[in-house]
């Protein structure tokens, strides 16, 4: 088996496998699915077409193909599984891809994802572990999604901040990257599970580099504060927060609740950016001008220091 053509692979966490075919071509793979975040399943299908499609863009690849990856109970009608995969098939579209099958299981509760399969060229790659020192980096989405997902099932969410949520989460980070793709970028990865902070760790592990983030830039998904400092907070930040959290140094002014929300597990977050110092002002030109979500400047790439993360 030939090795040296696997540009990417498991040893930096990093979003997708990157086989490269030629000199000119690279293939990006990855798969993601999860069980519902809405009662909606139309949005249900759309916000996980999103997510799963997310890590090619993360590697600075577009998307060609998806293959539905389906879980569904006896229990429900085929009429709500229509509506998952006409959400599913509504963002592959929108993603310029094509959806060409997929598989279907039975199972008790409803999980649904997408298989993808992408192309960048092979010097394009953008892996999570090339961030340079003096880079600043640029986050696309708000954070807060898995805050306001754990008030949404709990039924304390105001309309304004479920469309709020809602709008993030099916939002495709295709805009994101076409808004920066031509300029100096060094690194990037998708925020999702591991939470922003659980992402940047790999990125500074991974690029042998400190990271320096500034809390008070960081966009918020609308009631995220609220719900974080009344304690509504998802298990998963409890778990990435013990993860990585010997490597996090925090500043005695940042707030608790704004720590809970750098830990919390997001639901097709937003990508971080790592690119030239010279480069930010025209990247935020044109995120203004084409991204569909907030977006700031939240860190500096530093030297290796005695943590990972410093938190002001």
Do not use: W
């Amino acid at each position: 088996m030939n090795t040296d053509k696997l540009l990417v692979s498991l040893d930096t966490s990093d979003d997708a496998a990157v086989y490269q075919l030629n000199e000119e071509t690279a293939l990006i793979q990855t798969l993601d699915f999860f069980t519902p975040v809405v009662d909606d399943p139309y949005l249900y299908g759309q916000i996980a077409a999103a997510n799963s499609l997310s890590d090619v863009y993360a590697m600075g690849g577009q998307p060609l193909t998806a293959m539905n990856i389906v879980c569904f109970p006896t229990c429900l009608t085929t009429d709500i599984l229509k509506e998952i995969l006409r959400g599913g098939a509504d963002k592959v579209l929108e993603a310029n891809a094509l959806l060409v099958g997929g598989h279907t299981v039975e199972d008790d509760e409803p999980k649904y994802g997408l298989s993808v399969t992408g192309i960048a060229h092979p010097k394009k790659i953008l892996a999570n572990s090339q961030a340079k020192e003096g880079d600043y980096l640029i986050l696309t989405k708000p954070l807060g999604t898995g805050i306001l997902n754990t008030a949404i099932k709990a039924d304390l969410c105001t309309p304004s901040q479920y469309e709020a949520a809602v709008k993030t989460m099916r939002t495709l980070n295709k805009y994101a990257l076409e808004a920066l793709e031509n300029l100096r970028l060094s690194a990037c990865t998708d925020i999702t599970g591991f939470g922003f902070l659980g992402h940047a760790y790999e990125m500074a592990k991974g690029s042998d580099v400190s990271l320096e983030i500034f809390s008070e830039r960081i966009p918020l998904v609308e009631g995220a504060l609220e719900y974080a400092e009344m304690g509504i907070l998802p298990a998963g930040m409890y778990a990435n927060k013990r993860h990585i959290e010997k490597e996090v140094q925090v500043a005695i002014s940042v707030k608790e609740a704004v720590q809970d929300i750098l830990y919390d597990p997001q639901t097709s977050g937003g990508l971080l950016f790592s690119l030239h110092e010279e480069d930010v002002e025209k990247a935020l030109e044109n995120l203004k001008a084409i991204n569909k979500n907030d977006f700031a400047v939240v860190g500096r790439v530093t030297s290796k220091q005695d943590y990972r993360i410093y938190i002001k």
